[in-house]
């Protein structure tokens, strides 16, 4: 078997010398255990933040050991009574190309719901986290303006399509050109804005205040940096921003020593949230998973027929993911970034 | 009549030339109009945002117009059907001893309910803040803890003592050792800092701590600057900063041209917003007064039972009013800011 492991913890952007593949022996399953072998590993932005020492959310991936990641896998070997072989399961199993399992906490797919890679974006963790996001902490309504940043991605695409189905007008925020066209003629947003193309916060905020005539009621804020500093001045009275991730951010180097971020070095910013009564909402999806079933019969159907489309960026082979995920940090993949683990690519 | 009006616009801290006292023809009520002889005059923090060009939540003051203010006022003369002549009433009349008004939007009070000051006070707006603050915006636990800047201003204190009541766990933090022996042996804190005496934030924040073994759960906002910073990293999972005001900032001078703070410049407080799920809650509490019977039905007997205890600190004099005004921005007032209007002081 195969595994990328944390070679050594980045200063700044992660460098392909800071990961590591190791071959190892298979592993055999014991009592009860599964042998899962990988099919889809998926990347996302918040693994940036594993790769750091210090407090966050979750613990961070010791040095040596392997990279975190949502997978799709097939079950080979089964000593489970509850797992048969040729099961498509779901879960954490890491950057690896197969895995023990006790079957804790594994999820069984159905592949007749939708395709199996969707169970680790659109129909999993990042669509998840765009559904809860915005109906738990956006709390649209009918009529109002929503902002999206990274509005291709695996996150900001489901924000957009769901919003637009509750009859929002949606502004998107993206970078490149064959962005900002996907997003307005494929995913259906009002108006996408090239961050890229636009030299500064201020003439951003220009260009987003003129597709939001009537102000931005949410910020959907996954990106951080010149978005966020565009987008604050626009923010009507009772505005929401459901902040879930800061991408434009992650490489930004090791945190300072505490509290070096002085509230008292910015008051415009906390003035504009007092004066405006801006809800500030930091959410981390792994507190909502009791509504995760509701999450796919609402949106399961919607991807059936139609009204809601995804886009993914394959990569192929394991050794490849290194290199996919810093591509991933610096905005060059475009759609949910995933790796085909498999030998046979095609066949899932 | 005699009011004071705003000369020019105050750069940093306001001073005395800042302000103009004015005598004036008293006014003679038309038909339906009441005439209002004002007994007692609040002086609040937000006042200062008023005197600052510039967008906030309401209408800055002219040059040359008189300052605005919560008001207890006596009716003097009734053309109005609604109020009678020896009527108590409260209302925005400003900085001045007489007022005509319509009688829209004027409260009747009872003396026989708490004394008339009060009604600007502890039972008038502050007293809001700090009740809706604290349930509607903290959402506070049992058993939580919270932490309270400005723990023995108008507004702090209240949010201490109704929070003790429900509980929870309370922290204050207060600007010499007076006020926080008050805090800690009238207002029942459980402990209360000095951050007079504190070099600086990060000193602040382990004091703070030492006294919060379980974290904090909610701070109430109101001061900014070192005990925000002091405060933030002590915050747990799931915090909510209910956030009403900046005395600290409302000084630091004219607010820089947009957006000038760069969210981007401060990664590390957004950073800690987001791993703690924490909720910012920007309020203003005139979107609030649909609940204003329910705080007079929840606290005025609490006051009258002696369970909520309030502070006064009275200038006599309408004249005086500027210099009180320039102290409790520096915090040198102790409680409820008020200014006898009265020519007889003892009388109200």
């Known amino acids: 078997m195969q595994q990328v492991v944390l070679a050594a913890r980045p200063i700044g952007e992660p460098k392909l010398s800071d990961f590591r593949l190791e071959s190892r022996p298979m592993p055999t399953p014991g009592p009860g255990q599964l042998l899962i072998r990988t099919v889809w590993l998926s ?5 940036r933040g594993r790769m750091d020492e210090g407090k966050s959310y979750a613990a961070a991936v010791a040095i040596g050991m392997p990279m975190e990641g949502g997978c799709v896998g097939e ?4 000593n489970n009574p509850l797992f048969a072989v040729g099961d498509f399961v779901e879960n954490r199993f890491g950057w690896r190309s197969h895995t023990l399992s006790d079957g804790k906490g594994v999820r ?3 592949a007749d719901i939708a395709p199996l890679s969707t169970a680790i974006g659109v129909l999993g963790m990042p669509g998840f986290t765009a559904y809860i996001g915005l109906h738990t902490h956006g709390m649209p309504q009918k009529g109002e ?13 489901l924000v957009g399509q769901l919003a637009k189905i509750q009859g929002l007008r949606t502004v998107g925020v993206a970078g490149g050109k064959e962005k900002c066209d996907y997003a307005l003629k494929v995913l259906g947003f009002d108006a996408c804005l090239d961050h890229r193309s636009t030299a500064d916060a201020a003439a951003l905020s220009s260009k987003i205040g003129a597709e939001c005539p009537n102000g931005v009621d949410i910020y959907f804020e996954n990106t951080g940096g010149k978005t966020f500093d565009a987008v604050l001045p626009l923010i009507n009275v009772h505005g929401r921003i459901p902040l879930c991730g800061m991408i434009s951010l992650y490489n930004s180097g090791a945190p300072p020593a505490e509290p070096a971020d002085r509230f008292s070095n910015f008051p415009k910013v906390w003035r504009t949230l007092l004066v405006n009564r801006i809800n500030v909402r930091g959410f981390i ?3 909502h998973y ?30 490849k993911a290194p290199q996919a995920f810093i591509q991933l940090l610096r905005g060059e993949n475009f759609g949910k970034q995933l790796v085909s683990v498999s030998e046979d690519p ?3």
């Open 75 to 78: 079950v080979i070997t089964s």
């Open 108 to 110: 069984k797919l159905d």
């Open 43 to 47: 990347l996302d932005p918040y693994m």
């Open 290 to 319: 009791d509504q995760f079933p509701k999450f796919i019969d609402d949106v399961a159907p919607l991807i059936q027929k139609g009204k809601i489309l995804y886009k993914e960026s394959i990569t192929i082979g394991l050794e």
């Open 145 to 157: 303006t929503i902002v999206v940043g990274a509005a291709t991605g695996a996150v900001g695409s």
């Open 346 to 348: 095609t066949r899932y």
């Open 285 to 287: 999806i792994t507190d």
